[in-house]
């Protein structure tokens, strides 16, 4: 018996996990319990657990008890990840055909459907209208968002939406006030009532002002569902934000969010649930954070499934994470069966090449031209790898074939045939379940074709699966031997598939409270007809049994070989160190054959009790052995760790043992490798048991690559040595992070070993695959690498298929995968198998082309072929595409994306005109899904936070002229001329904040506005209404941000608060590539006479536009609908199309703009589009590539500015290197030519490498306006900050000029300066960073640029300013349409000079006594800047603990103001004390 302070902090484990779970599910029990423990000697009940389990039998009686029609049923679907077009799909089952057949047979049973049509039913319609019902703006206007989904579904069939109130959630979630010691028990400790609020309300916020996932614009939590009679049918929400959706099975300390608890608790509340039927593998509620195994009413699984039966459909070939939902998720399991299996067969060019083979062998020799035409489609087809061309170690290709012996090539083509035949006989799993279908008579032919293989003719088979009676089988004309056993176990089979419709019958068994008849987990291939019928409640073995006989047996053949097949490899050498994966679901169905394969590794073997169990793990003596003993690391799932505890005891041992063993290090390399850590004094040296933290599960590298949060395969490789750093064995290692244990396996590990046990889920059908095998053997390379093993070669992959009954030799992982892809993914057969199932079928492809994307990511395994098939398969391919498209357009996306990011990682290299075509796709697919979110929203229906029209909240409609917050415009600007200006900042002297100096965002963005476009990365819409409150009479306002779903509501709400829900439009850009954002900060504002186009540099909060240093560049445009588009124009469109705004509000804005006249642009606009963009003629440049083009036309710089130094002042910084910063960046700066007065042109030519980076001292920010919380808005982290390159080309911010050394600078600013004359050749003020995510890097030698976020900036260039200067609209005002400036005729860009402002001098332009023109700019720092001096300037890095206090008092890490800045309340006690 467990006592109580060991279960609350490990769970139920050891041998009482086998004795009150194991056993009693083989006899069919559910629903574990532990109801005590001891304290000390005496055993205690815990009132609390007593009354759960009372309440979880009342539920089960209650079902019993009720009449069929009675019962209210909740049917959850599955929904993970989001945005794939998961949504409505399980794996191996059509879900909508099997809600069909699920509702009928309820009809038959008696069950309430409301008088629904069941011939009308639509399966794909129920799942449509459910994840519409989920969409962003649906769920902001709460269950009125609803309405109009009932257009398409039958009568019956209605939507239903609840909200549940912050209030109500807090208290489904308290425990019962009354309840106290005597109800807890003598527990380590007392829960408080509001304990789970505390802790949601730690990871979410307060639950009153939570504004999230599914949250209505009230701050209600919005459940959907399809209401059919008395059945519900839901899809189980998200786990968590997008884009880290897995993390909450990933840290106990984690909560699920608001409405994913509200969901539940409704069901069990307000909906009156009888029973919860989870509908396919796999759902996330029983892997919630609580206890492991043996569940408290502090377990998220507990509290969510509360008292009620949970059912759960699950394939019966996975009885390994069925245990998960049954011990933590209260499940009792209904079995379904998997699809029925087809042959792969030849196809394309290698059916081509097994006709070109037979013709060949006709007549071998005849043909020398044959010879030539063989290789070369053998090349084609990607087999040169699987059947090598060669004699005597020289390798032959088409054009050398002929001087290749006779017997050679024959040889050659056998081969080949073999492959040939060993490919056209794989199998693979066809499509996917329909709940309750028996196979029709081709779909037994196959099951049984698949079961029997050669031991029955097919001949026979076909008279089975027909029905007939077959008395005798004749092999060559002579009756078979085992013709009566085999053909009745044919029969058998044939009848118990036919009774498929058990599944539906068990599912209403459950349903009516009755037991379950169990059955063992596994799959016909593999376990025989004792898997069948399915409807089942399945279990898993004895663990005190594995391994099995027949087991251990096998699982040492396949260690032979694959000690074999390595000595062959690599010169008769053992490996030292085997990597092993122990998981649970091939541990299960091969009743061991991964631990015997460890145990043959080691040279060990079971000895056995009297009864059967196995009590150890015994060392064959190495004169027994007749070899060394071979180190092996296990890699264990979280599912075998937490099923075969008392295994993983065994196994510690047996290596403890083995290190201790007094035996050669060249004979024992458990022995040498222990002594060997010692030696580095290492603790634990004999661990080799490893896995992920105690109550963990998962690699967390598939989430990173679905994701595409990834850079490299040793990134991935560190994720997973991260993750799996977890030591487990006896006593109380149970979760000990041991990395230094792991590396150092890691450096000698020579080989890693995968067992796959199901046709069903092969290494390209799952993501677990090449997240776990991938990347453990990535791990091991790097640290192979960095332990100096680099010339011990790759590590070796060996994978065991153990989908059979027959042995089949170990393969290496990359024929293996050739093998896979040949037959699934790229086969046209199971292609359109999987098309032909709807939205489940477009998923799964979608998913398979993720898997191909992950093993190039973790292995390098890309071949060009696959991706290139795949692509033409599936996207090229106009009728597969529009099937995948129509289906799932969510899954089609995914696909194209999947294809696209291949090429933009340089894994594949499509062919010409692909990735072109890839790309039209991909953006056809935007605008549809885009297209059907505004047509939605402009007909007052959803369409998700990130294009969100607002309306009111209370009537959906627009707000009355008298309700809205006005204020009369002003009649035209006052500011000076200038290229740009800086922004005014609070304290400042006056004289720091006039003129080009002290803009106010008020002035801009102010006047009689028609359509105002707001561009910005961070906003507080309340605080910029107040700011500029001519807002609030725009007739339109387009708001496209950068922020997080939390924000984007708190924008959303402030918008409606204010009045402007029925004019305004909220929409966050498109991001393909992961770790970027929409960073751009640009107004585009319509009035009457004109449009006024504004870059600037500041955030549109208060701390950004007043107290930071920041730049903007204004200018308005008259309207002209005659004129000629400008280079201008042309950028401002081009960039604006990129943010993908929705049509109906982009598209009036489009038009307006294209009738002004942009000829005047005073500036260059350089923009940022993330993406991966080829350099091709006809397609924009982006980045610093839309740098060089501009700086590339203009023509007017002059010679002495040729060698001038390039100069970055900038805000952030990210992971930049020498090479980047000097050769690609500074390159693109190089760009432009100059012309001398003789008439001499010459290239500007790159700056010798950057001279100046202009960042502010630890000092600068100490002594700012806000002390060391100005360092905030300056987040350069001290891992990019302090790479040593960087030392010589920090200078200092410095601020003088204009008064702003106390206002840290967040404007980013980049130039070429002339230290002589202090002319500047041209000037950049702009949201980018310095950073390859803001600026891009090229790529794939040259050829494409990848760029992570949108940014913005206004390049100032001679020729423009001189344009501008000349022109009849120089000084045009947008509002009063006159121009305040008179023009400069004749201006010359050549004598055209941009000098810095100095104080007392002008703003605007003059012209001095040479007749030039001289500009002044307002740069806010020396030219040039003063450079470090050592020791007392150090750059700023923002997540450093400098010492000292600051001129408020505070330290650096002193909690005050607000995160990015002082705010408007703030007092400021000495502001411009100082000078």
């Known amino acids: 018996m467990k006592d109580l302070a060991g279960w609350s902090r490990d769970g139920v484990a050891g041998l009482q996990s086998v004795v009150l779970y194991s056993l009693p599910e083989l006899d069919g029990a559910i629903e574990a319990l532990p109801l005590g423990g001891l304290v000390r000697d005496d055993i205690h009940l815990l009132p609390e657990r007593v009354a759960r389990l009372a309440g979880r ?29 998961a949504a409505g799909t399980a794996a191996l089952l059509n879900v909508p055909l099997s809600l069909e057949a699920m509702l009928r047979h309820l009809a038959e049973e008696g069950y309430d459907l409301g008088g629904v049509d069941l011939e009308a039913l639509d399966g794909e319609a129920i799942v449509s209208a459910l994840r519409q019902a989920a969409e962003g703006l649906r769920i902001a206007r709460g269950p009125a968002g609803m309405r109009d989904l009932e257009a398409g579904l039958p009568a019956g069939v209605s939507i239903s939406a609840a909200e549940v109130p912050p209030s109500e959630l807090k208290r489904m979630l308290e425990f019962p006030a009354d309840w106290g010691p005597s109800e807890w028990g003598p527990i380590p400790f007392l829960p408080d009532r509001d304990t789970l609020v505390r802790r949601m309300e730690k990871q979410w916020g307060p639950l009153d002002s939570y504004r999230g996932i599914a949250s209505s614009s009230a701050g209600g939590l919005v459940i959907t569902g399809v209401q059919i009679g008395k059945v519900w049918i839901g899809i189980q929400p998200m786990l968590g934000i997008e884009g880290d959706p897995m993390r909450l099975l990933f840290d106990r300390d984690l909560t699920p969010h608001p409405q994913y608890a509200a969901f539940y608790l409704w069901l069990q509340e307000a909906h009156g649930a009888h029973a919860v039927l989870h509908f396919g593998m796999h759902g996330t509620a029983e892997w919630l954070p609580g206890s492991p195994l043996g569940s408290s009413a502090l377990s998220w699984p507990d509290v969510l499934h509360g008292d009620m039966p949970n059912i759960y459909l699950y394939a019966a070939n996975n009885p390994s994470e069925s245990l998960v939902a049954k011990r933590r998720g209260f499940a009792t399991v209904i079995s379904h069966n998997v699809p029925p299996y087809g042959r792969a067969g030849l196809y394309k ?77 794989r199998l693979f799993s066809s499509g996917l379940h329909v709940l309750g279908k028996p196979p029709s008579r081709e779909e037994s032919l196959e099951y049984l074709a698949a079961y029997f293989g050669d031991r029955v003719p097919r001949e026979a088979l076909e008279r089975v699966a027909a029905g007939e009676s077959v008395q005798d089988v004749h092999v060559g004309g002579a009756a078979h031997p085992e013709a009566p056993s085999l053909l009745e176990e044919a029969q058998s089979i044939a009848s118990l598939l036919g009774q498929n419709g058990e599944e539906l019958r068990g599912l209403t068994r459950a349903l009516s409270g009755q037991w379950v008849q169990p059955a063992p987990g596994g799959d016909l291939l593999r376990d025989g007809p004792g898997v069948l019928p399915t409807g089942r409640n399945i279990f898993a073995l004895d663990p005190y049994r594995m391994p099995s006989p027949a087991a251990l047996l096998r699982g040492s053949r396949a260690a032979e070989s694959i000690l074999a097949a390595h000595r062959e490899q690599n010169d008769s050498a053992f490996p030292e160190t085997v990597a092993v994966n122990l998981w649970g679901l091939d541990a299960i169905k091969t009743k061991g054959e991964s631990v015997a394969i460890v145990l043959h590794l080691v040279g060990a073997r079971p000895v056995k009790e009297g ?27 979280g599912i075998f760790r937490d099923s075969f505890q008392n295994v993983v005891e065994l196994l510690d041992d047996m290596f403890h043992r083995a290190a201790a063993t007094d035996e050669p290090e060249d004979a024992n390399f458990i022995r040498k490798h222990a002594q060997e850590m010692a030696k580095e004094g290492h603790s634990q040296t004999a661990a080799r048991l490893f896995s992920n933290p105690k109550g963990d599960y998962g690699s967390m590298v598939n989430e990173r690559v679905g994701a595409s949060n990834w850079e490299s395969g040793e990134e991935l490789g560190d994720t997973w040595s991260s993750r799996n750093a977890f030591s487990y064995g006896r006593g109380g290692e149970r979760g000990r992070a041991r990395p230094e244990v792991l590396d150092s396996l890691l450096s000698t590990t020579d080989r890693v070993v995968q067992t796959v046990d199901s046709v069903e889920y092969g290494l390209t059908d799952i993501q677990e695959y090449y997240a776990n095998t991938g990347a453990l053997r990535a791990a091991a390379e790097t640290a192979r690498r960095r332990r100096g093993r680099e010339g011990a070669g790759r590590v070796g992959c060996s994978v065991v298929e153990a989908t059979g009954r027959e042995d089949t030799p170990p393969r ?146 627009a ?29 400042l002297p006056t004289w720091a904040n006039e003129g080009s100096l002290g803009i106010k965002l008020s002035e801009v963005v102010a006047g009689p506005m028609r359509t105002v476009l707001i561009s910005n990365y961070m906003l507080d819409f309340a605080w910029l209404l107040s700011a500029c409150p001519d807002l609030a009479r725009a007739e339109r306002l387009i708001i496209v941000h950068g922020e997080g779903p939390d924000k984007a509501a708190a924008v959303a709400r402030e918008v409606r608060e204010a009045g402007l829900a029925s004019r305004t439009t909220i929409h966050q850009p498109p991001l393909p590539i992961p770790y970027g954002t929409h960073h751009s900060k640009a107004f585009v504002i319509l009035f009457e006479r004109g449009v006024r186009v504004v870059v600037h540099t500041a955030n549109l909060i208060y701390p950004d536009c007043n107290n930071k240093t920041q730049a903007l560049y204004t200018q308005d445009f008259p309207p002209a ?41 005073r500036a260059a606009l350089v923009a940022s589009v993330p993406g991966y963009h080829h350099l091709a003629a006809g397609h924009p440049p982006w980045g610093h590539l839309s740098l060089r083009r501009e700086l590339a ?7 002495a500015h040729a060698s001038t130094p390039f100069l970055a002042q900038f805000s952030s910084l990210g992971s930049v290197d020498a090479k980047w910063v000097d050769a690609e960046l500074a390159g693109s700066a190089g760009a432009g030519a100059w012309r001398g007065e003789g008439g001499g042109t010459g290239g500007m030519r790159a700056p010798p490498g950057i001279a100046t980076l202009v960042w502010p001292t630890v000092s600068e920010v100490q002594n700012s306006l806000e002390g060391w919380l100005a360092g905030r808005s300056v987040p350069g982290p001290a891992s990019n900050v302090c790479k040593p390159f960087l030392e010589r080309y920090w200078h200092r911010w410095g601020g003088q000029p204009v008064g702003r050394q106390r206002a840290m600078p967040h404007i980013k600013t980049y130039c070429r300066f002339d230290a002589a004359t202090g002319e500047v050749p041209w000037y950049l003020t702009a949201s980018h960073n310095l950073s390859k995510a803001a600026w891009g890097v090229l790529q794939k030698k040259g050829t494409q640029l990848m760029v992570r976020s949108y940014e913005l900036g206004a390049l100032h260039l001679p020729s423009l300013e001189a344009a501008y200067l000349a022109s009849q609209w120089r ?34 332009p003059s012209e001095d006594a040479e007749g030039c023109i001289r500009v002044p700019i307002p740069i806010p720092y020396t030219l040039p800047p003063a450079q470090y001096k050592k020791p007392e300037d150090t750059a700023w890095a923002v997540d450093y603990p400098w010492p000292g206090l600051d001129h408020f008092g505070c330290t650096v890490e002193a909690p005050y103001g607000a995160f990015y800045g002082l705010t408007e309340d703030m007092e400021w006690a000495d502001l411009g004390r100082r000078p």
Not at 77 to 83: I, R, S
Not at 963 to 987: I, K, N, T, Y
Not at 1193 to 1199: I, P, S, V
């Open 57 to 85: 039998v009342r539920g089960w009686a209650r079902l019993r008890r009720l009449e069929a029609q009675e019962r209210q049923v909740a049917v959850v679907l599955y929904g993970f990840p989001p945005g794939v077009g």
């Open 349 to 425: 060019q290698l059916a081509e090449l097994r006709e070109l083979l037979a013709d060949y062998r006709e007549a071998p020799g005849s043909s020398e031209d044959m010879r030539g035409t063989i290789v070369s489609l053998v090349v084609a087809s990607g087999l040169e790898e699987d059947v090598v061309l060669e004699q005597d170690g020289v390798a032959f290709d088409a054009d050398t074939v002929g001087d290749l012996s006779l017997e050679a090539f024959n040889s050659f083509t056998f081969r080949l045939t073999q492959y040939l035949q060993l490919l056209e006989g």
């Open 611 to 637: 009864t059967g169990r196995i009590a150890r793990f015994e060392l064959i003596p190495l004169e027994e052995l007749g070899r060394p003993r071979i180190d092996v690391l296990c890699n264990m799932s």
């Open 812 to 957: 290496e992982l990359e024929e293996v995968l050739r093998l896979e892809y040949r037959s699934k993914l790229l086969n046209p057969r199971w292609a359109q198998a999987m098309a032909a199932q709807g939205s489940g079928g477009a998923f799964e492809i979608s998913q398979r082309m993720t898997a191909l994307l992950g093993w190039g990511a973790t292995t390098r395994f890309a071949p060009g072929w696959a991706w290139d098939q795949a692509a033409e398969t599936y996207a090229l391919d106009p009728d597969m595409a529009d099937r995948l498209r129509e289906a799932n357009p969510e899954a089609f996306r995914n696909l194209l994306r999947r294809c696209l990011e291949a090429a933009g990682r340089g894994l594949w290299t499509p062919g010409e005109g692909v990735l072109e075509g890839l790309q039209q796709l991909d953006a056809d697919m935007d605008a549809e899904l885009e297209g059907i979110a505004v047509d939605l929203q402009y007909e007052g229906m959803a369409a998700g936070w990130n294009h969100l029209r607002l309306v009111d909240a209370s009537s959906h409609a």
């Open 959 to 987: 707000v009355p002229e008298e309700r809205q917050c006005v204020r009369a415009a002003s009649s035209s600007h006052g500011w000076p001329d200038s290229p740009f200006h800086l922004m005014r900042v609070r304290g």
């Open 1121 to 1161: 609908p005659d004129a000629t588009a400008s280079p201008f124009q042309e950028s401002l469109l081009g960039y604006l199309a990129r943010l993908r705004i929705p049509a109906p509000a982009y598209e009036p804005l489009r038009r307006a703009l294209q009738r002004h006249d942009f000829s005047c642009a």
């Open 1193 to 1199: 036309r203009e023509t007017a710089f002059r010679c």
């Open 1371 to 1404: 000084g045009y005002d947008a509002v009063t349409g006159a121009c305040t400036e008179q023009p400069m005729p004749g201006a010359d860009p050549e004598r055209l000079r941009f000098v810095a402002w100095n104080r007392g001098g002008a703003y605007t």
